[in-house]
């Protein structure tokens, strides 16, 4: 009778030393649980490694789900690369070689770089008004607001901004002096006078340097991160000569530049742009001569219309208005010197309670 013998493979009967190496060969069956920290099945020699595999149950059985051409492996051997967009993955993406999980990944969560916006600088002048007299003084109030620009979305606690904060604030006045130069961002500019055509102020902001937005997978943009500079701005005021309009009793005499002056100097001012249609808003008169003085840079008017109907209107000189009269007149409010103006004058008394445009054509 042969003897057999079970032997008891409990912790107290059976124990590995440490670092030494059990060899099994055959089949091990196993009715119970087979638990490990860790199993780490050998492959033989020359079969190359195929990371990213799993395991697979195959009949009952659990093996290595084999890599081969087929792509059981979970590896892509399809058709590459892509002919359209889908989620992250773009049009000619490789996908062949990749794992399936890779490629989900790079399809359900790619890697997104947030948008940038850069920083700015925004100037406000104080009046806001834009076409002064010539010759006048103006003392304005400038004010500089900085953006440091953003970054959005925001990944990963980055930062939500391009640039540091201002450290400086440079101000350049209309006439080309800079009255202040330092960390506060509005200043009262000295008077300054306002002369022809553009008057300009400046503004200049020194800022601190930026860190590099981060991506949506934690990782810094790199070629991005803004170094400390400047950035300026301006903003531009007109000077302009004004034109006069008025009305008389009897007709305006404007056989020199002395009765074109007393003419002008008893009339209405506006500071407004003439080289185009220009609106007296209401002579409002009854049996007086009116007239209107536009500087002789602008173009010549042609026309006249009545603000109470389309059909009253006319041609200059004609019926209403005679010819254009040309003088040199200087400011009534002595803002500008001697300048050529032209006037025209009515032939005749009229009565008018509504508004004037003279046109060019």
Not at 34 to 63: F, P, Q, R, W, Y
Not at 239 to 262: E, K, M, N, R
Not at 265 to 274: A, L
Not at 287 to 292: L, S
Request: net charge positive; with cysteine.
């Amino acid at each position: 009778m042969p003897f057999f013998a079970r032997p008891n493979l409990e912790d107290t009967q059976f124990k590995q030393l440490t670092g030494s190496t059990l060899t099994m060969s055959g089949i091990t069956n196993f009715t119970g649980v087979l638990k490990s920290k860790g199993i780490e099945i050998n492959a033989t020699s020359g079969i190359t490694n195929t990371n990213g595999d799993v395991l697979t149950l195959d009949n009952g059985v659990i093996k290595l789900m084999p890599s081969t051409s087929g792509g059981s492996s979970g590896i892509y051997y399809g058709k590459s690369p892509t002919l359209c967009t889908v989620g992250g993955i773009p049009i000619s993406y490789t996908l062949t070689g990749k794992t399936i999980s890779c490629i989900l990944q790079d399809m359900l969560v790619p890697i997104i770089s947030p948008a940038l916006t850069p920083n700015s600088l925004s100037m406000t002048l104080t009046p806001t008004t834009t076409l002064f007299e010539v010759g006048c003084s103006m003392a304005f109030t400038i004010s500089m607001t900085y953006n440091q620009g953003s970054v959005s979305p925001v990944y990963c606690s980055g930062t939500p901004v391009r640039t540091g904060a201002p450290t400086c604030y440079v101000f350049t006045n209309i006439d080309g002096s800079v009255p202040y130069s330092g960390v506060t961002s509005i200043c009262v500019m000295p008077a300054a006078s306002i002369t022809a055509g553009n008057n300009t102020a400046y503004g200049v902001t020194k800022y601190a340097a930026g860190v590099a937005p981060k991506k949506s997978n934690g990782a810094f943009m790199s070629g991005v991160t803004c170094p400390a500079s400047t950035i300026s701005t301006s903003k531009v005021v007109s000077g302009i000569h004004p034109y006069f309009w008025g009305s008389t009793v009897s007709a305006p005499i404007l056989t020199s530049d002395a009765c074109a002056q007393c003419l002008i100097t008893g009339g209405t001012k506006c500071v407004g742009v003439h080289t185009g249609d220009v609106l007296v808003t209401n002579y409002n008169v009854t049996g007086q001569y009116i007239w209107v003085a536009i500087p002789a840079t602008s173009t010549t008017k042609t026309k006249w219309q009545g603000g109470n109907s389309p059909s009253n209107c006319g041609t200059i000189p004609g019926d209403l208005m005679a010819s254009v009269c040309t003088r040199n007149i200087v400011s009534p409010s002595s803002c500008w010197s001697t300048t050529s103006y032209k006037i025209y004058v009515s032939n005749y008394g009229t009565n008018i309670n509504y508004s004037m445009t003279f046109k060019n054509s």
